[in-house]
């Protein structure tokens, strides 16, 4: 079992350009959540995913962010028009089922993304 | 608004010393609370706790739940250097929609 995968883990981009961060969950995941961790700051919740559906996207800002996770293939959050402020670590994880008393998120390694 | 308070924000113990990570939380729907260690990378998964005044336990690491005062704490015992890290608390939220609020972590530096 591979665990989450994340990719790139490290992106470099210029202001204006356009980020695009994967996602592949544990395998039999089907619920995907992206987290961004700021630094000096704790993991805050974007968005939840599962297939084909976005569930909630409260914590992802409303321009320039996009996510989804198509019946085929990895999670993608997309950054448009990237700014310097959007440097951050973002971790995605992914649970089994929604209603699991013992559900718990794995995480995968992050993809750190740079502005300049 | 759902909420996570840990403290300290920062602790620097010796090698052999004991120490106790606060958490406490205001979350509507709360399910449970998690525990996680993160070094240079991911957070690594330590505890989830459902009911109160149960204690896990992992080695040298232990962790408890009281639903009644909202809060948790972790405590390590012969803390090691290799045990330095941002321990964070999460709680899971549950309704519409799933999440974990995180707090804004624990970093501890064991000196030997």
């Known amino acids: 079992n591979a665990g989450v995968m994340q990719n790139p883990r490290h992106l470099v981009r210029r202001r204006g350009q356009e980020a695009r961060l994967r996602c592949s969950p544990m395998k039999g995941h089907s619920h995907v959540y992206w987290y961004r961790q700021l630094p000096e700051e704790g993991l805050k919740f974007m968005v939840y995913?599962?297939?084909?559906?976005?569930?909630?996207e409260s914590g992802m800002p409303k321009e320039r962010f996009s996510a989804e996770f198509p019946k085929e293939g990895p999670s993608i959050l997309r950054i448009q028009q990237v700014v310097r402020g959007d440097s951050a670590a973002y971790f995605c994880?992914?649970?089994?089922?929604?209603?699991?008393?013992?559900?718990?998120?794995?995480f995968g390694q992050g993809t750190r993304l740079t502005v300049v | 608004e759902d909420k996570v308070v840990q403290s300290p924000l920062s602790l620097v113990v010796h090698e052999g010393d004991t120490v106790t990570l606060n958490c406490s939380y205001e979350?509507?729907?709360?399910?449970?609370l998690l525990w996680y260690k993160q070094e240079k990378k991911a957070p690594t998964f330590l505890f989830m706790l459902t009911s109160s005044g149960i204690e896990k336990k992992s080695g040298r690491l232990s962790s408890i739940l009281d639903k009644k005062e909202l809060f948790s704490i972790l405590n390590i015992t012969a803390t090691q250097t290799g045990d330095s890290a941002i321990y964070l608390c999460a709680a899971f939220a549950q309704g519409g929609s799933e999440k974990l609020v995180f707090g804004k972590g624990t970093k501890l530096t064991v000196n030997p």
């Open positions: 979350v509507t729907n709360f399910r449970s």
């Open positions: 994880a992914s649970s089994p089922t929604q209603g699991s008393t013992n559900t718990e998120a794995f």
């Open positions: 995913l599962q297939k084909e559906n976005i569930i909630d």
